[in-house]
């Protein structure tokens, strides 16, 4: 009974301090005798532990990310749902609804603030090729995708004049349209404000990205509306921000060489990894693992992200990908093209709750941007540099 007692108390205290360092060294060993503790080093290549990865697209709502993209670059085509939030005082809102038509719309501008590239930098967006539509119905930035699209007119611009850019691209709106969406203010029922679609049918060397809402009305999406009341001599000049915004992204995705993975950010694709954790004890205390995983090519924007995230796969779909993920996540940092983090806390919860569906890996922020990380797979020809996992734990006999 005393030696079941130290043991115990000795693996409580190893489990206590299991991932608080990252040297896999024995605390607590003195409570128990040397010869009943070992530790051992499971490698998944020199140990031949089974392994499968598969990639493959996955579309989400991109409505919170920080930044709006639109381009049409080698099969990408990303467009933008863009609303703004406008408001009156009472004696503009009383001119609003007068049935006389008591304001006119002297000039509107829509402007929006670069800040990402994504593909040939050196290259000169057609910017006088931008089309804008009427958005028909209602949407919610946090839910929209490409596959639920709201209602869009897409045969009639509503553009006045072309597109131009300087440091910020920039366009204006059909008059009648600002003035539906300023009456909207005072009238809900008669007239409606769902905002625009910006898209570009014509390819562009690049995918060109613009920041997304924000407090900050110097950068956020917004129009300049200048107006008056009929008959005056001087105008006013407001100038609102957007109040919803979110861009979609139409593409396909094939992974055409199986012994490869993919991630990207923007379409979206991840890739499963799995390894057969069967040569595992039952009895163990896990010290520490991770995983490294060789590059074999990137396209990374401006954004420079160039890290990827390892989660636990919660649950499959019927086709066998990840439905959903685990927390917490594991970064992947980049060095000398191998992408390599500690997984400790994703694996124990592998392990201890007897539930091993893999990791998910995605890019390190997959919403933000579309950089593209391929990386060697499961069944890549040269085996030392196919996925590594590597799991020191404590055996107990």
Sequence with gaps: MKIKSALTGALL????????SDDPSLLGVDFVKKDELKVIVLDALTDSMSQYSRSYREIIALGNADRLLLGNRQGIRSSILLEFSLGFDEATKALLADSKDSIEIISNKVILTPNYK????????P??????????????????RVDSLPDIDMTTSVLDGTPSADSNYHFSLNNALVM????????????KNNGVFISVDV???YIAGFKGFSTDITVAPRIDIRFRKKGASTDTT??????????????????????????????????SLYFDLKKLPKDIV?????LQI?????????????????????ELNTDSTAKTYGVPSSTLSLSNNVYSGEVTSALENMFYLDKNLGFYLSTAAPAEGLEKIVLKGSSYPVYNERPRLVITYTLVK
């Design 203 to 205: 390819p562009t060397p």
């Design 238 to 271: 407001i100038t609102f921000r957007s109040i919803s915004d979110a861009h979609v992204v139409e593409a396909s995705f094939t992974q055409t060489d199986p012994t490869l993975m993919t991630v990207q950010s923007g379409l979206t694709v991840g890739s």
């Design 286 to 290: 896990i010290n520490r693992a991770t």
């Design 127 to 144: 910017v006088s090729s931008i089309k804008v539509n009427e958005i028909k119905t209602l949407w919610d930035p946090l839910t929209v």
């Design 294 to 314: 060789n590059g074999a090519s990137s396209e990374i924007g401006s954004s420079g992200f160039t890290s990827l995230l390892a989660r636990t796969i919660t």
């Design 118 to 125: 994504f593909g040939d930098t050196t290259g000169t967006f």
């Design 13 to 20: 205290i190893l489990l206590l301090f299991t991932g608080c």
């Design 180 to 191: 539906k969406w300023m009456k909207n203010t005072v009238d809900t029922n008669t007239y």
